[in-house]
């Protein structure tokens, strides 16, 4: 048995609905492989030296474009339904995770890191492009 909250617990925690986790774990997952490629193989997961970290910004850029590519123009609805409003969110979610020990982060890494990234209206609004 895993000493590791699951997402469902995690969730329980938080104003957040477990959507709104399984959103940021897989938009992270795209935001990883779009800034440093597919992961390698023989990869091992608890090797420092191996760096796939993005940045508080880099991850509100790839979530941004996960949810578009998920959701095309329903995406800002999306996520209203899971109670994401703003970049902010983004952080709340990302450090309850790594509160529960769920996802890592560095010393650097910071929730200010997620705070007015872009505003939703402008990132998700009617002039949206979905051919980004």
């Known amino acids: ?5 699951s997402i469902y617990e995690i969730a329980q925690q938080t104003r957040y609905p477990v959507d ?15 800034i440093h490629g597919d992961v390698p193989k023989d990869l ?3 090797d420092d030296s191996t760096n796939r970290h993005v940045s ?9 474009e996960f ?10 609805t999306v996520l ?9 969110d983004f952080g709340h979610l990302v450090f309850a995770m790594v509160d529960a020990g769920a996802m ?6 910071s929730i200010a890191d997620f705070v007015d990234v872009y505003d939703f209206s402008d990132a998700f ?8």
């Open 1 to 5: 048995m895993s000493s590791e909250p």
């Open 20 to 34: 709104a986790f399984i959103f940021i774990q897989r938009g992270l997952d795209f935001t990883v492989r779009r």
């Open 44 to 46: 091992d997961p608890e």
């Open 56 to 64: 508080g910004q880099e991850l509100c850029e790839g979530l941004r």
């Open 67 to 76: 949810a578009i590519s998920q959701y095309g123009l329903m995406a800002r």
């Open 80 to 88: 209203r339904r899971f109670k994401i409003y703003a970049t902010e």
């Open 104 to 109: 890592r982060k560095t010393e650097e890494d």
């Open 125 to 132: 609004g009617s002039e949206l492009q979905l051919s980004q």
